[in-house]
C-alpha cells in the first residue's frame, strides 16, 4: 500500500486542521493506521492509531481530548483532527500503516513498529 498525506498548513495558536491520509494500492481495511510527527531536531513520536475497523483508538498523552482519529475505509483515507491547537504540535505529520492487530502501546508506538508511511505534511502553529 502507498500513502499520501495531505491538509498541513499554518494556523494560530486554539485554531484547529485536519489531516488526511490517503492509501491506494492494497486492501485498505486490512492494516491498522496511525499518525507519527517529528519537531525539528526531535525524534520521530506517536500521536494516534486506529485499529482496522475503526472502532478503537489510541492517544498520546499530550493530544488526549484534542485530537480525534478516525478512518473511512470506503475511501481509503485516515483522518487526525487537531483542535486547540498548540504551538508544542508544530512538527512534519507522518501517517503509517501496520499489518498487525496490536493491543499494548509498547507493541504499536515505535516508528518500528511500521513498514508502511507517507511522504509528510508540515503543521505550523504559531503563537
Known amino acids: 500500500v502507498q500513502l499520501q498525506a495531505s491538509g498541513g498548513g499554518l494556523v494560530q495558536a486554539g485554531g484547529s486542521l485536519r489531516l488526511s491520509c490517503v492509501a491506494s494500492?492494497?486492501?485498505?481495511?486490512?492494516?491498522?493506521m496511525a499518525w507519527f510527527r517529528q519537531a525539528p531536531g526531535k525524534e520521530r513520536e506517536f500521536v494516534s492509531r486506529i485499529r482496522r475497523r475503526g472502532v478503537t483508538t489510541y492517544y498520546t498523552d499530550s493530544v488526549k481530548g484534542r485530537f480525534t482519529i478516525s478512518r473511512d475505509n470506503a475511501k481509503n483515507t485516515v483522518y487526525l483532527h487537531m483542535n486547540s491547537l498548540k504551538p508544542e504540535d508544530t512538527a512534519v505529520y507522518y501517517c503509517?500503516?501496520?499489518?498487525?492487530?496490536?493491543?499494548?502501546?509498547?507493541?504499536?508506538?515505535?516508528?518500528?513498529?511500521?513498514?508502511?508511511w507517507g511522504q509528510g505534511t508540515q503543521v505550523t502553529v504559531s503563537s
Open positions: 503509517a500503516a501496520d499489518e498487525g492487530e496490536k493491543y499494548y502501546y509498547r507493541d504499536y508506538a515505535a516508528p518500528s513498529d511500521y513498514s508502511i
Open positions: 494500492g492494497r486492501t485498505f481495511s486490512n492494516y491498522a
